[in-house]
């Protein structure tokens, strides 16, 4: 059996899970946040057999797409001069974190 952790943007989450359960997996669903951006990440969980890995990495993939936004970036005004203007820079968001461990013991209680 393997635990598969995915770290998907809130944005996805939904659809994803959606995903997952139509194939017939169970998901445990985390809020968590990220650090870059400061966007909101969700962190899903899910224990498979073996066999059914590479569907649910498949799901992930489908699912879990990156994209590009446009954030406004900051630079101090004391590196600038006397005035701050802030101006668009783009940036990718979104995509998933996938971590796969084996598992030795599972129980559903």
């Given at each position: 059996?393997?635990?598969?952790?995915?770290?998907?943007?809130?944005?996805?989450?939904?659809?994803?899970?959606?995903?997952?359960?139509?194939?017939?997996?169970?998901?445990?669903?985390?809020?968590?946040?990220?650090?870059?951006?400061?966007?909101?990440?969700?962190?899903?969980?899910?224990?498979?057999?073996?066999?059914?890995?590479?569907?649910?990495?498949?799901?992930?993939?489908?699912?879990s797409k990156s994209r590009k936004a446009a954030i406004n970036a900051s630079i101090?005004?004391?590196?600038?001069?006397?005035?701050?203007?802030?101006?668009?820079?783009?940036?990718?968001?979104?995509?998933?974190?996938?971590?796969?461990?084996?598992?030795?013991?599972?129980?559903?209680?």
């Amino acid at each position: 059996m393997k635990l598969i952790f995915a770290i998907v943007s809130d944005d996805d989450s939904p659809r994803l899970m959606a995903e997952v359960n139509r194939a017939g997996y169970r998901v445990t669903k985390l809020h968590s946040t990220g650090g870059f951006l400061r966007s909101g990440n969700t962190t899903l969980m899910a224990v498979v057999e073996d066999t059914a890995q590479d569907d649910v990495l498949s799901i992930i993939r489908k699912n879990s797409k990156s994209r590009k936004a446009a954030i406004n970036a900051s630079i101090p005004p004391s590196n600038m001069g006397a005035s701050y203007v802030p101006y668009p820079v783009e940036v990718n968001i979104g995509g998933a974190t996938v971590f796969v461990v084996p598992v030795e013991h599972f129980e559903k209680f």
